[in-house]
């Protein structure tokens, strides 16, 4: 890492997660916020709205945004990825008065997934703005992926449905525990993570991201201007 004259961090404990995990000193991680998501901290109704538009989403349903983290381990006798174990007929039939789904997959779960668009999921997995699927999203679903904590700036309800709990923590670890750390713990059933949001209380969620946020999430919005004025 001699190469590295700073890293920017958004909070303490990325500071003390990249310090002792990369060998940086201290000196060079920078308590600035990432660039990419100070548009996260200034989103109108507006934007939204034409968001939704461009993905021909209707504006009379809430946004659920599922985005699982890939598993490279995770493959079939034949070397092919396998696609996470959900029945989307069970959610559209669950959901779909109130919702839409979402669904940005990693490129080779998407072929395995072969998703067919219909008025409840929509496949975004090649739509090139990550940012914009947040900002227009009212429900993030992941599982092991930073995307959370990126999306708890927002202080909306997140669930980690992690189906694979052991084996993941058997072949790649955490690096907390994410069952008394994330807003909702982890969800490893389908059908309660579906309760869950149906009987999801928005107000009680956004007190959850928000605590979550200001730990994970110190500093926001004004990164770029930060960074730069220190690489000047």
């Known amino acids: ?50 968001i939704k538009t461009k993905l021909n989403i209707p504006c009379n349903k809430k946004v659920i945004l599922y985005a699982p983290t890939f598993r490279e381990y995770d493959y079939d006798t034949n070397g092919c990825y396998l696609a996470p174990p959900i029945d989307l007929e069970k959610w559209k039939n669950k959901l779909s008065d109130e919702y839409v789904l979402l669904i940005r997959a990693h490129y080779e779960v998407n072929k395995i997934l072969n998703l067919k668009n219909d008025e409840f999921i929509f496949n975004v997995t090649d739509y090139p703005h990550l940012n914009d699927l947040l900002k227009i999203s009212d429900i993030l679903i992941s599982d092991y992926s930073s995307i959370m904590i990126d999306y708890s700036i927002l202080e909306k309800p997140i669930f980690c449905f992690a189906y694979d709990y052991e084996k993941y923590n058997s072949e790649r670890g955490f690096a907390y525990d994410l069952k008394t750390e994330l807003p909702n713990g982890i969800c490893t059933d389908e059908d309660k993570l579906l309760k869950e949001i149906i009987n999801c209380n928005y107000q009680e969620q956004k007190i959850k991201s928000k605590k979550f946020k200001e730990k994970h999430v110190e500093v926001c919005g004004n990164a770029s201007a930060y960074i730069d004025k220190i690489i000047l």
């Open 1 to 50: 890492v001699s190469h590295v004259n700073y890293m920017y961090t958004q909070s303490n404990i990325d500071i003390e997660y990249f310090s002792r995990v990369y060998g940086y000193s201290k000196d060079i991680l920078v308590l600035s916020g990432y660039p990419r998501n100070d548009e996260l901290c200034n989103i109108s109704t507006k934007e939204i709205m034409e």
